[in-house]
């Protein structure tokens, strides 16, 4: 793009030569690495996202990205070189590291060669218009990141369209919830809000609400799923509290017929859309 910098400066007019970073105390991998924690995500605004098949598919998005790191041995594959150039067009810092500062930055033994840090994105409700949609998953205070990832990666799956977390919930950029989405975070629309919020988006948009709860009154399989539609799922621990059912146009039950008290959280939510989406699934 225009923004380019000037490449014809150097007689072999290649691209400019990555940053190398071998040293653990470089002040970039302590950055990096500061996003495993929340404060610092929150307070900077970005994630990382690792592995070379998911990186570049975000940045074929044009996902905001800022800084992508690889590991000097995989600097001639192909596609390393057509991110990193990629990325460089979008302004961000490519930096080649040794195989101790990916291990470093990564938190990690066996890392993935490739890791990137990008922008968050998370919507408001007010940003989000249900017409014309398939279906929204929210989740009320979900807890465990790994349950989260799950849900967006399945949200993803069976065409949904995207997931809403209500109230307070685990952060969907940690990274492990982003390992657990397979790079679904990249695709699935994600937006935030308060119980308040979301009971005031319900209203405008007369979105129908099927909540699901174990002691629910309906078979998860008698109902006809309309689209748009919210499946509202409760939290790991307590379930969805009465306020929130009260919200409900159904509230479900998936039969338990063995001896679990209940089905996993991600689980549920994944024999939930798949009956929701069914007659619009086809083989
Ligand atoms: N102890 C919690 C309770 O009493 O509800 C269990 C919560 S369960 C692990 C997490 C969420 O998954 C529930 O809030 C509900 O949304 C959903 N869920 C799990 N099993 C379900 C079932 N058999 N029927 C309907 N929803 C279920």
């Given at each position: 793009?225009?923004?380019?910098?000037?490449?014809?400066?150097?007689?072999?007019?290649?691209?400019?030569?990555?940053?190398?970073?071998?040293?653990?105390?470089?002040?970039?991998?302590?950055?990096?690495?500061?996003?495993?924690?929340?404060?610092?995500?929150?307070?900077?605004?970005?994630?990382?996202?690792?592995?070379?098949?998911?990186?570049?598919?975000?940045?074929?998005?044009?996902?905001?990205?800022?800084?992508?790191?690889?590991?000097?041995?995989?600097?001639?594959?192909?596609?390393?070189?057509?991110?990193?150039?990629?990325?460089?067009?979008?302004?961000?810092?490519?930096?080649?590291?040794?195989?101790?500062?990916?291990?470093?930055?990564?938190?990690?033994?066996?890392?993935?060669?490739?890791?990137?840090?990008?922008?968050?994105?998370?919507?408001?409700l007010?940003?989000?218009?249900?017409?014309?949609?398939?279906?929204w998953v929210a989740l009320?205070?979900?807890?465990?990141?790994?349950?989260?990832?799950?849900?967006?990666?399945?949200?993803?799956?069976?065409?949904?369209?995207g997931a809403i977390l209500i109230?307070?919930?685990?952060?969907?950029?940690?990274?492990?919830?982003?390992?657990?989405?397979?790079?679904?975070?990249?695709?699935?629309?994600?937006a935030a809000g308060?119980?308040?919020?979301f009971?005031?988006?319900?209203?405008?948009?007369?979105?129908?609400?099927?909540?699901?709860?174990?002691?629910?009154?309906?078979?998860?399989?008698?109902?006809?799923?309309?689209?748009?539609?919210?499946?509202?799922?409760?939290?790991?621990?307590?379930?969805?509290?009465?306020?929130?059912?009260?919200?409900?146009?159904?509230?479900?039950?998936?039969?338990?017929?063995?001896?679990?008290?209940?089905?996993?959280?991600?689980?549920?939510?994944?024999?939930?859309?798949?009956?929701?989406?069914?007659?619009?699934?086809?083989?």
């Amino acid at each position: 793009g225009a923004d380019a910098p000037a490449r014809s400066a150097r007689p072999d007019a290649g691209p400019a030569p990555a940053k190398e970073v071998t040293s653990l105390s470089n002040p970039l991998v302590k950055d990096l690495r500061g996003l495993h924690s929340k404060k610092e995500r929150a307070e900077t605004g970005l994630f990382l996202a690792e592995g070379l098949k998911l990186v570049a598919d975000a940045i074929e998005q044009n996902w905001p990205i800022r800084t992508l790191v690889h590991a000097v041995k995989v600097r001639e594959q192909p596609m390393v070189r057509r991110i990193a150039d990629a990325a460089r067009a979008c302004g961000a810092l490519v930096v080649e590291v040794s195989d101790d500062v990916l291990v470093k930055i990564s938190r990690r033994d066996n890392p993935q060669m490739v890791v990137a840090a990008f922008e968050q994105r998370l919507l408001s409700l007010d940003d989000i218009d249900p017409s014309g949609t398939t279906v929204w998953v929210a989740l009320e205070g979900i807890k465990d990141p790994g349950n989260l990832g799950t849900i967006l990666r399945t949200v993803d799956s069976v065409g949904a369209t995207g997931a809403i977390l209500i109230g307070d919930t685990t952060d969907p950029f940690a990274l492990e919830a982003v390992r657990a989405t397979m790079g679904s975070i990249f695709h699935v629309p994600l937006a935030a809000g308060t119980m308040a919020e979301f009971a005031a988006w319900k209203a405008k948009h007369r979105v129908p609400v099927v909540g699901t709860h174990l002691k629910g009154a309906v078979d998860y399989r008698s109902i006809a799923y309309p689209e748009p539609v919210v499946l509202l799922m409760g939290n790991e621990q307590s379930g969805l509290p009465d306020a929130y059912v009260e919200l409900c146009d159904h509230v479900v039950k998936i039969p338990m017929a063995g001896r679990a008290d209940s089905l996993n959280l991600a689980i549920a939510t994944a024999v939930m859309l798949y009956e929701i989406r069914r007659p619009r699934l086809g083989l």
